[in-house]
């Protein structure tokens, strides 16, 4: 066995970053031959980046007071992270090993774990409770909303954020995961011990809606998963054995995803015609038509309404276009947030990736809503919210956060502006 000096440790680490960024950029200029119309990405790196990175991590290695407790993964993950943001384009992004974890969890819309949505209260500094999930470990175990998580495997809290907190109580199914619990009016603490399982998380919600003796189907959509087709067909399966008189596709707050998942589902909703054009980085263009044979027929008979918000964005905003353009259904709510971005995800030695825009995409009409967002046909708000404090869980949030592994919507019509003027516009038959 060879042992290094500590000297001989920091060294090889600066080494080793300096060749991550060179075969970082070779592996880029392999995948494409147009990354520079001038210069190779190697150049770049050789005439730009490497003697002032080289040199900055020479002074950090020798100067810095704290050079003891210097963590160069973090430093690297910075580094990287400058990169996207000197591009100046808001969807650029670098993702760390953990954060890209939590994108997958977003896309595959399952994972291992005890099935708990949770929150960090900084005033306590712990992680509490928002509430567990229907059907999983936690909430057979019992947890509660506003429980308090007071260490994980032995680790405080305290010392985690909510990011890593989470990381620590997923895992590989039956594997063990130990928990401090805190609740009020408990003279101490209780520890528990729970089993790691599979947590499928549900992205449509759907329920048929009686109103003014009418029977009307919603659909909420929370994002566009690979799961997110199959679940659709599901909902349209059972909502079409109703005597619906219209139904209502609710958008608002659905930040996108994949866009496979975007076409096929738009296919459902359009019977044909093109869903989206596609520019690409290269200048080549693409028209994406809709799918033969997804189609649901009964849909033909009925007004559909989309709800949107200024949270609808991405692959959302296609799904909008696409039936807006088509004039197949009626937009109602607040200008959509305007991403035409399509990012592409490379993955790095890090454990990371980074998201670069590939392309921009344009609604069947033709148009550009890149930065500027689809206005609805019908614009509505729905009354701001009071602000509140977060050291309680509200029964609504508690409702939604139980039912994430479920299809079951949390519909408040008292407060739900949007969705009541959706309702009305179906009842008068406009």
Not at 131 to 147: E, H, I, Q, W
Not at 398 to 420: C, F, G, H, R
């Amino acid at each position: 066995m060879i042992l290094l000096s500590k000297k001989k440790k920091k060294f090889i680490s600066i080494f080793l970053i300096c060749v991550l960024f060179i075969t970082s950029w070779i592996y880029a200029e392999s995948v494409s031959n147009s990354y520079s119309k001038d210069k190779s990405a190697v150049q770049i790196y050789y005439e730009k980046f490497e003697e002032p990175i080289l040199r900055t991590l020479y002074y950090i290695n020798n100067y810095y007071y704290d050079r003891d407790k210097i963590d160069y993964d973090k430093i690297l993950d910075s580094t990287i992270e400058g990169m996207m943001k000197g591009l100046n384009d808001p969807f650029a992004w670098y993702l760390d090993s953990v954060e890209t974890e939590e994108s997958k969890i977003d896309t595959q819309s399952k994972y291992g774990g005890i099935g708990l949505t949770i929150r960090y209260d900084y005033e306590i500094k712990a992680v509490v409770v928002v509430s567990p999930m229907v059907g999983t470990p936690a909430y057979r175990a019992g947890l509660m909303p506003n429980d308090y998580i007071i260490s994980i495997d032995g680790t405080p809290t305290s010392e985690l954020n909510i990011n890593k907190a989470a990381s620590l109580m997923r895992g590989n199914p039956g594997t063990e995961v130990t928990l401090e619990i805190y609740r009020d009016g408990w003279q101490e603490t209780k520890t528990i011990t729970l089993i790691r399982e599979i947590i499928e998380t549900k992205t449509v919600k759907y329920d048929a809606i009686n109103y003014e003796n009418k029977k009307f189907g919603y659909i909420l959509l929370t994002n566009f998963s690979e799961t997110s087709p199959q679940e659709m067909r599901q909902a349209l399966n059972t909502l079409s054995k109703n005597n619906l008189e219209g139904l209502i596709l609710d958008l608002r707050n659905n930040p996108g995803g994949l866009l496979n998942s975007a076409i096929e589902v738009t296919s459902m909703f359009l019977k044909t015609g093109e869903i989206v054009s596609i520019s690409y980085f290269d200048g080549t263009k693409e028209i994406i038509p809709t799918i033969p044979g997804y189609y649901y027929n009964f849909l033909e008979k009925i007004p559909i309404v989309l709800l949107v918000n200024k949270g609808s964005a991405s692959a959302s905003e296609i799904l909008t276009g696409a039936l807006k353009d088509n004039s197949v259904a009626t937009i109602i709510g607040e200008t959509t947030y305007g991403k035409a971005a399509v990012q592409s995800t490379f993955q790095l030695s890090t454990g990371g990736e980074v998201w670069i825009p590939i392309a921009h995409y344009f609604t069947p009409s033709g148009e550009d809503i890149h930065l500027k967002g689809i206005k609805p046909d019908i614009e509505i708000k729905n009354p701001p919210k009071e602000i509140a404090s977060l050291s309680t869980i509200t029964e609504e949030e508690a409702s939604q956060a139980l039912n994430t592994t479920t299809d079951k919507p949390v519909i408040n019509l008292e407060e739900d502006l949007q969705l009541k003027t959706a309702l009305d516009f179906l009842l008068r038959g406009n």
